[in-house]
């Protein structure tokens, strides 16, 4: 096969739909009516698709028997024309024609023309030439067709000109055209013959423009160039378009420009009833409460109908043509036939007998006696309070233990025919006698057909040990119809147990002077047994005391202190010692409770004040004053102003005065000291006069001024490392020689006399003191003279043997 070098334009497609005799929109024959081709070259070799061309017989069959008068070309069964032999068009057009069979053994035939488009020299003239072949191929189908018609059809001439005027009157009406829509045909189907005067005169060519002609859907509408006749190609559909406004022009032959003024031609669509009204839902549902009165709304339904309106075709009626179930009544309900409107037509609507009813609604147009659609329609009978709830028990009995909060005391359930989980069966519980003080709480609970009472408050056996109840029962929705309140009576009987003890008040206050004398009573802290009808016995003891001042009586609860008390100890918070009192009772379970006893701690004068700072250093030359500060452990009254005064031998060397506001000792070396540590004494007294001698240390060192600098004082001019050698030695040679002659003056001395023992403690006084001499002797802790038993020997005189 050989490349396609062409292209194939197809210049209009008239399609040629039209209704069967058995009222479907297919007819058997061609998608066209007129078939013409453009190539772009003369010559058409063998081989080359030309188009496919469209046919149906209105069956599912997509292959038939096709046929061509000229011998060059082959249709195949699907309808596609092909080169079977050269084809040269030498005139620049070849007419042929395509014949085909439907299933009836009808035949058809499609008049096709190929036509040669040069794309070097596509100018006016060559379209001219296209348009006016188009044409005339198609004006030679049509007088052919309208030879065979009997059919009567308008007339229409262009309006007449006034010679004088430059505008033709507006008064000269052209009548509309009326094409009824989905006619049958056949088509092209000839409107009406447009005429023109000055045809008698010379050759007048007619063509149309506007929507339907030229403009889109191009080709609906087509007229013959030689003889005005106007055709519709195929059936109109006013629901898409209603009307079209053609254009229809005349010029005369040999180019003298337009014969006539343009003239407007309407033509109408009219109306058929094609359309058959549709419901805008497929099902409606509705809602009808039980017990409904007759009239009573229940819903709209609606419809709509395609074809024109204010007309028959569009004219609709509604109406029920079923009910199911048809109980009580057949007839329940009602449709008002215009406007869809459904209402209740009869009483009687019981929830509880039918729940729910199923309409067939129709809907016809031409009033009610032509096309029709149909709808369903649901409509739910809703409840309504129209039973009250009922105790499944009329008398509830209890039991509880006194003082529980929040307990379950019992759950009663009820029953009720309305709807499940509606406002009509969801129950609502109220106490309307028997409880006025507000003891109990009732609620509903989560399956809305119980009641829950529960203890709102901790009852008290020992005012009341039964309580009974009156508890009544409602919906939620009010009932629709006077209806009997179900009522239950629910007796509550409270157990009584050991209650705890209560101190009173759970937390003491009490105030005391922290000299407070040992043995004396700080207070008396008791509590109390709400059991009244029980005779138990309360015993007392002290379950926290941090610091140990206190003892209590195990019977009366009386606090006595155990200890002197402090008030600067650690353990005091802001003046406050804090101790926990517990109470129990004699009960097989022992009921307690603890109490908290606060004792402020009033401050007396019992601590003297102290200097802060132990020691201090200070220069031997120009020393700078030291600042010494006092502190008070008592309160405020028993601290500054201080006094302050020097003791003993530090008033030879030393100054003391307290500063500005006396809060502060101000030290002063007087006078130039040895190098070494000094204990300065002082004796400091409060406001009060309460004083104490504080001691504190001072460093004095070789040095002037506030250039604080310690240094050790040299020996001989000696290095410091060499003296420390000497001393070592001298130390280790004493020692070796000192012992030894120590022990022979010792064993000499107890030989010479020996010691006689009168009595045990003699002998004892004796031994301690001789031990004490020894020390002395040793520690150079002795008097200057020495004992006249000792004798040294010289140095280098060897010791003598021992025993």
């Known amino acids: 096969m050989g490349t396609t070098w062409f292209v194939v334009w197809s210049v209009w497609i008239l399609c040629q739909p039209s209704a069967a005799a058995d009222g479907s929109l297919c007819e058997p024959g061609f998608e066209s009516e007129l078939f013409i081709l453009k190539v772009s070259r003369k010559n058409l070799k063998p081989g080359t698709r030309l188009c496919k061309v469209g046919f149906t017989d209105c069956t599912t069959r997509t292959r038939f028997l096709f046929s061509t008068d000229d011998s060059r070309l082959v249709v195949e069964a699907e309808g596609i024309i092909t080169v079977k032999r050269q084809i040269v068009l030498h005139e620049g057009n070849q007419n042929f024609l395509v014949h085909a069979w439907d299933s009836q053994g009808q035949k058809m035939t499609l008049p096709v023309r190929l036509l040669y488009q040069n794309h070097h020299y596509m100018n006016n003239r060559l379209d001219a030439e296209f348009h006016h072949e188009a044409h005339k191929l198609n004006n030679q189908l049509h007088d052919h067709l309208d030879s065979d018609s009997n059919q009567q059809i308008p007339i229409l001439d262009f309006p007449k000109s006034n010679p004088g005027l430059k505008r033709r009157k507006r008064d000269w009406v052209i009548p509309p055209l009326s094409v009824p829509e989905h006619s049958r045909g ?25 929507p339907g002609a030229d403009q889109p859907p191009v080709g609906l509408f087509t007229m013959n160039r030689d003889t005005g006749h106007l055709y519709v190609t195929q059936e109109l559909d006013r629901e898409k378009v209603d009307k079209y406004t053609l254009q229809v022009h005349s010029v005369a032959e040999g180019g003298d420009g337009k014969a006539e003024e343009p003239m407007d031609i309407i033509i109408n669509v009219i109306d058929q009833n094609d359309n058959k009204p549709v419901f805008s839902q497929s099902i409606y549902m509705g809602d009808a409460p039980e017990a409904s009165q007759k009239g009573f709304q229940v819903l709209q339904i609606v419809a709509t109908d395609a074809d024109q309106p204010n007309t028959d075709n569009s004219d609709i009626r509604y109406r029920i043509m079923s009910q199911k179930p048809e109980e009580p009544n057949p007839n329940m309900f009602i449709i008002n036939p215009t406007t869809g409107v459904i209402r209740v037509n009869e009483p009687g609507l019981d929830r509880e007998k039918v729940p729910k009813y199923e309409l067939e609604v129709q809907v016809a147009d031409m009033k009610g006696e032509s096309l029709t659609g149909f709808t369903k329609v649901i409509i739910k009978v809703t409840d309504l309070n129209d039973h009250a709830p009922v105790f499944l028990e009329p008398r509830y009995n209890a039991t509880v233990e006194e003082n529980k909060v929040d307990t379950l005391i019992v759950k009663m359930l009820v029953t009720d025919n309305d709807e499940p989980h509606t406002m009509a069966w969801n129950a609502k519980f109220k106490i309307i006698d028997g409880d006025p003080g507000n003891l109990f709480t009732v609620v509903t609970g989560t399956n809305k057909q119980e009641g829950i009472i529960t203890t709102a408050k901790g009852l008290d056996f020992e005012r009341a040990s039964k309580h009974t109840l009156l508890v009544t029962v409602e919906n939620e929705a009010p009932f629709a119809v006077p209806l009997v309140t ?42 109390s047994d709400p059991d009244t009808g029980r005779k138990q016995k309360v015993m007392y003891e002290i379950i926290s005391d941090p610091a140990g001042w206190f003892d209590i009586d195990k019977e009366t609860g009386e606090v006595k202190v155990r200890n002197r008390m402090d008030r600067e100890s650690p353990l005091v918070k802001e003046e406050k010692y804090t101790a926990l009192i517990g109470a129990s009772d004699d009960d097989r379970i022992a009921a307690t409770a603890t109490g908290t006893l606060v004792l402020h701690l009033q401050d007396v004068n019992d601590n003297p004040p102290t200097i802060e700072e132990r020691k201090f250093t200070v220069c031997s030359k120009i020393a700078v004053p030291q600042l010494l500060t006092v502190t008070d452990r008592d309160g405020p009254g028993f601290t500054s102003p201080y006094n302050v005064s020097l003791v003993g031998s530090a008033k030879a060397n030393w100054t003391a005065r307290m500063i500005s506001t006396r809060t502060g000792i101000i030290l002063t070396l007087n006078r130039e000291l040895e190098i070494g540590d000094y ?28 250039d604080v600098s310690c240094r050790e004082k040299d020996v001989g001019g000696s290095n410091p490392p060499v ?27 107890a030989e010479e006399k020996p010691v006689e023992l009168k009595d045990l403690s003699t002998a004892d006084n004796m031994f301690e003191e001789e031990e004490r001499n020894d020390r002395e002797d040793i520690q150079g802790g002795g008097s200057d003279s020495q004992d006249p038993e000792y004798e040294y020997l010289p140095e280098g005189v060897p010791l003598p043997e021992t025993a």
């Open 723 to 749: 003296i420390l050698g000497i001393l070592k030695a001298t130390v280790v040679l004493l020692t070796m020689l000192g012992l030894p002659l120590f022990l022979f003056v010792r064993r000499r001395r």
């Open 679 to 706: 204990t300065v004494a002082m004796s400091i007294a409060d406001n009060q006069g309460l004083s104490q001698v504080s001691t504190v240390t001072a460093r004095v060192c070789d040095c002037t001024g506030e």
């Open 486 to 527: 179900s009522t239950a009576t629910v007796v509550v009987t409270v157990v009584d147990v050991n209650e705890p003890l209560m101190f009173d008040p759970e937390k003491k206050n009490v105030s005391k002077r922290e000299d407070l004398a040992v043995n004396s009573t700080v207070v008396r802290y008791t509590a």
């Open 186 to 210: 056949p088509y092209p189907r000839l409107l009406a013959k447009i005429r023109s005067n000055k045809d008698k005169v010379k050759k007048i060519y007619y063509s149309i423009t506007g």
